[in-house]
């Protein structure tokens, strides 16, 4: 969220990881001492042995949609320049969104208002078919539409 121009508190950091990569990446989240939580086809949950290493989620990209998110992902500098990593595009942290709020209600306000302001903060330069698209995979267009509407001319 905060590479799209959105900075709020949060619990967790997300990572979109390929599906096969995943064993390795478990074997080294549990080499430095993060419990795993839950695991699914679709999603592992890690938290830290301390607080201050706190949760980690990583999404199993193994469907066309979140393949082609690593696919179109930049590097972004990261804590001041020091390091250089590669980020989904903002139209994908709102594909992403838009899928969360569908699949777990309890998200769904949280999820819109991040999305609301995802599009706010990069609205001149999204590409509007791809979030149309996203919005359509889970019949949601007027909720977009909604969406466009409130954010008018930004």
């Known amino acids: 969220m905060h590479t799209a121009g959105v900075t709020r508190t949060t619990e967790d950091i997300d990572f979109l990881v390929l599906k096969e990569d995943m064993p390795k990446v478990k074997k080294i ?15 592992s949950n890690f ?3 301390m607080d201050e290493l706190g949760k980690i989620d990583f999404l199993h990209a193994h469907r066309k949609y979140a393949k082609s998110m690593l696919q179109r992902a930049e590097k972004k500098e990261i804590i001041g320049g020091k390091f250089k990593i590669k980020v989904v ?7 992403l969104k838009v899928q969360s709020s569908s699949n777990d209600p309890a998200r769904y306000h949280q999820d819109m208002a991040d999305i609301e302001g ?3 903060a990069n609205y001149k330069n999204l590409d509007m078919h791809l979030i149309k698209e996203y919005f359509a995979l889970f019949n949601r267009e007027k909720e977009l539409n909604e969406i466009l509407e409130k954010l008018g001319n930004v």
């Open 47 to 49: 938290l830290g042995g």
């Open 89 to 95: 595009k903002a139209e994908d942290i709102i594909g």
């Open 29 to 43: 989240m549990l080499s430095y001492g993060y419990e795993l939580l839950y695991e699914s086809e679709d999603v």
């Open 118 to 120: 995802v599009m706010r």
